[in-house]
């Protein structure tokens, strides 16, 4: 079955950085795009940052411009976001998300999610 891993999540004191990864197995990862979405206590999930199958489109919230960086192996089936200049408007539940569609197909997988806390 699907299962993708996140980690690298925790606590970290503002204008701090966190690298959180998230590895898949039992699907053709190259084929999805890859998200990061977080919750925070009250709101609503929100995307973060993706990128797509192959690599070479990224899209980010405009909160995380210039902040962060997604980035993907599709030999080690592996994405990550890296964090910089954290601040605790980044405090939530980051989650990763697998994403395949086409015309008449659409599969979408998520992770158990990893808590990041920016906090002094």
């Known amino acids: 079955q699907v299962q993708l891993v996140e980690s690298g999540g925790g606590l970290v004191q503002p204008g701090g950085s966190l690298r959180l990864s998230c590895a898949a197995s039992?699907?053709?990862?190259?084929?999805?795009?890859m998200k990061w979405f977080r919750q925070a206590p009250g709101k609503e999930r929100e995307l973060v940052a993706a990128?797509?199958?192959?690599?070479?489109?990224?899209n980010y919230a405009d909160s995380v411009k210039g902040r962060f960086t997604i980035s993907r192996d599709n030999a080690k089936s592996t994405v990550s976001l890296q964090m910089n200049s954290l601040t605790p408007e980044d405090t939530a539940v980051y989650y990763c998300?697998?994403?395949?569609?086409?015309?008449?197909?659409?599969?979408?997988?998520w992770g158990q999610g990893t808590q990041v806390t920016v906090s002094s």
């Open positions: 039992g699907l053709t990862f190259s084929r999805y795009a």
């Open positions: 998300n697998a994403q395949f569609l086409t015309a008449t197909l659409s599969y979408n997988y």
């Open positions: 990128i797509a199958s192959a690599g070479g489109r990224t």
